[in-house]
């Protein structure tokens, strides 16, 4: 999928519409002391330092599996950690911790004019997408009583989307 011009600006307006919605709806903090991860993301055993640390759920060799080029280090936007490319605008990676209230919320509504919800089997204890159009989808899932948002997304050039998604969980899951 390629994003230009008029169709870059409406993934930035869908984004910052979505994100402005996730902190009215209650999304939960990124933990105290915000984001201090290494180049990893992870302490040297390995584990994730703080796992309320969305940034410390994803390497950078994962992060750059995900977009197919390198990527940079994880950094906090908001109360999500989002990976880019060291190529400039994109693609991207942004994971993001949710509360119980925000994810029950989301997941029994009736979704909005033009974005549609379906479930996606094998991902945690339960996981559904809302695919928003030409802005991609949004992959929710929960494990146990923590939940998650997880995004892959591109400004310019294809990206695997969904599927790329489904990855990030399964990785996020390996360090739960």
């Given at each position: 999928m390629m994003f230009k011009g008029a169709?870059?600006?409406?993934?930035?307006?869908?984004?910052?519409?979505?994100?402005?919605?996730?902190?009215?709806?209650?999304?939960?903090?990124?933990?105290?002391?915000?984001?201090?991860?290494?180049?990893?993301?992870?302490?040297?055993?390995?584990?994730?330092?703080?796992?309320?640390?969305?940034?410390?759920l994803l390497t950078i060799d994962q992060a750059s599996?995900?977009?197919?080029?390198?990527?940079?280090?994880?950094?906090?936007?908001?109360?999500?950690?989002?990976?880019?490319?060291?190529?400039?605008?994109?693609?991207?990676v942004r994971i993001g911790l949710v509360s119980k209230a925000t994810y029950d919320g989301l997941a029994g509504r009736v979704p909005p004019p033009g974005v549609t919800q379906a479930p996606v089997p094998g991902i945690g204890d339960d996981a559904f997408a809302a695919d928003i159009g030409q802005?991609?989808?949004?992959?929710?899932?929960?494990?146990g009583d923590q939940y998650f948002k997880v995004d892959a997304f591109a400004v310019r050039g294809p990206l695997k989307d969904l599927e790329a998604e489904k990855q990030i969980a399964q990785y996020i899951l390996q360090r739960l």
């Open positions: 169709r870059f600006v409406g993934v930035a307006v869908i984004g910052t519409v979505g994100l402005l919605l996730l902190a009215a709806c209650g999304s939960s903090s990124s933990g105290p002391g915000g984001s201090s991860t290494d180049s990893s993301g992870t302490s040297s055993g390995g584990t994730p330092r703080n796992p309320a640390d969305p940034c410390s599996e995900i977009i197919g080029e390198p990527a940079e280090r994880g950094h906090l936007v908001g109360q999500e950690c989002l990976w880019g490319s060291t190529k400039g605008q994109g693609p991207f802005g991609g989808h949004l992959l929710y899932f929960r494990k």
